[in-house]
C-alpha cells in the first residue's frame, strides 16, 4: 500500500485524491476548493458540527485537501497517512497550517494515535481503496480506540461490491502505459474492497461506539457517524 500510493503521489497526487479533475489537467484550485465543499456536504448530511476546541483526527489526508477545512474547524488536527510521499507533500503544500501534526500511519491500524485522545474522526475516500474488509473494519473499531467517550467519527465506506469489480479497459491500459492517463487502476490498492453497513455496525460496537446515521447505504459513497458511548469492547 505505502510503496503503490507514494507512486501515485508522484504521478499526479491531485488526481488521485480527487480523479473527478481531469488527469493531463489537474485544476490546483478546484482541487483545494473541492476539500472545503464536500466537508461541508458530508458535514450537513449527518448533521455534524466540529467544536472549535476539538482535536481532529484525519485517516488518509493524503496532501491535505480535506485538512485544510478540517483545521479551520478544530483546535488541532493531526493528519495521518500511509504515504510518505504524500505527507511530504501535504507539508510542503500546507505551511500555513500551524494546528496540524503529520503523522504516518502503518496502513492497518491507528497504532500510532494514542487512546482516547480524539474528539472528531474524519475518513472520507480512504477506507474503500483497502482490498482486505479485515482491515476495513479493523480500522473502524481504532476509531473507537483512540475516542474519547462522547466523540464521534465520521466514516466513508464503499457498500457496492461491484464497483471493485469492474475490468479496466484496454484502451485505458493503453493510456497508461504511454503516460497519457492513471496508472495502477486494476492493483487492489486502488480497486480496493466493499463492506456492508451491518458489519460496520459491528465493527463499530467493538470499539465502544454505535451508528448514529447513515447515508447512501449500497452506493460506493456510504458514510456512517460512529458516536462513541463507552470503553471500547476487548477482543
Known sequence: MRSFWNARARENAL????????????????????????????????????????????????????????????????????????????????????????????????????????????????????????????????????????????VGVSTDPAVHDRSIRLRDRARAVLRRGPSGQDDPAWRGCAVSIEAVEEAARRGGMVVARSIGEGSQFCFARCEKTVTMVSA
Open 15 to 154: 488526481y488521485f485524491i480527487n480523479n473527478s479533475l481531469d488527469y493531463r489537467g489537474t485544476d490546483r484550485e478546484a482541487f483545494w476548493r473541492s476539500g472545503e465543499t464536500e466537508l461541508e456536504t458530508i458535514l450537513a448530511a449527518l448533521d455534524s458540527t466540529i467544536a472549535a476546541t476539538a482535536t481532529v483526527l484525519e485517516v488518509g489526508c493524503g496532501i491535505g485537501r480535506m485538512t485544510r477545512a478540517l483545521a479551520e474547524r478544530g483546535a488541532t488536527v493531526i493528519g495521518l497517512d500511509i504515504s510518505t510521499e504524500m505527507l511530504r507533500m501535504a507539508a510542503e503544500q500546507n505551511p500555513q497550517l500551524d494546528n496540524v501534526e503529520w503523522l504516518l500511519g502503518d496502513g492497518s491500524s491507528l497504532a500510532a494515535v494514542e487512546d482516547e485522545t480524539i474528539d472528531v474522526v474524519f475518513s472520507h475516500v480512504v477506507l474503500q481503496h483497502i482490498p482486505d474488509p479485515v482491515i476495513v473494519l479493523a480500522y473502524i473499531t481504532e476509531m473507537g480506540r483512540v475516542l474519547r467517550t462522547g466523540g464521534w467519527a465520521l
